[in-house]
């Protein structure tokens, strides 16, 4: 049985960092791709950030480029995103999310088949 499970949200003043992390188990995902959404209240879920496979090609959302990276970690099966200069518009629930493949832009929910429960980051002004 697959789980993905968040770590590392919190409370943050705008301007700070955080760094999230998403343990995977049950199997491997170095192959495929990996990635994180989040959603604000009120918001639908959106795309933050993928990476098609380890070590291969990121992607991220035009509002985090710049100040957020992904990163993945084959030995403990773990996907981060460091978040720096964090902003109040920032403010959600993150989700980390695997897909079977690594083909397809990863950018939309429907291209990821497993889903962690989310963690809160909330940026105070």
């Known amino acids: 049985q697959v789980q993905l499970v968040e770590s590392g949200g919190g409370l943050v003043q705008a301007g700070g960092s955080l760094r999230l992390s998403c343990a995977a188990s049950?199997?491997?995902?170095?192959?495929?791709?990996m990635g994180w959404f989040r959603q604000a209240p009120g918001k639908e879920r959106e795309f933050v950030a993928t990476?098609?496979?380890?070590?291969?090609?990121?992607y991220y959302a035009d509002s985090v480029k710049g100040r957020f990276t992904i990163s993945r970690d084959n030995a403990k099966n773990t996907m981060y995103l460091q978040m720096n200069n964090l902003k109040p518009e920032d403010t959600a629930v993150y989700y980390c999310?695997?897909?079977?493949?690594?083909?397809?832009?990863?950018?939309?929910?429907?291209?990821?088949?497993?889903w962690g429960q989310g963690t809160q980051v909330t940026v105070s002004s």
């Open positions: 990476s098609r496979w380890s070590g291969g090609s990121t």
């Open positions: 999310a695997a897909s079977s493949t690594n083909w397809g832009s990863k950018r939309m929910m429907d291209d990821y088949d497993y």
């Open positions: 049950g199997r491997t995902f170095s192959n495929d791709a």
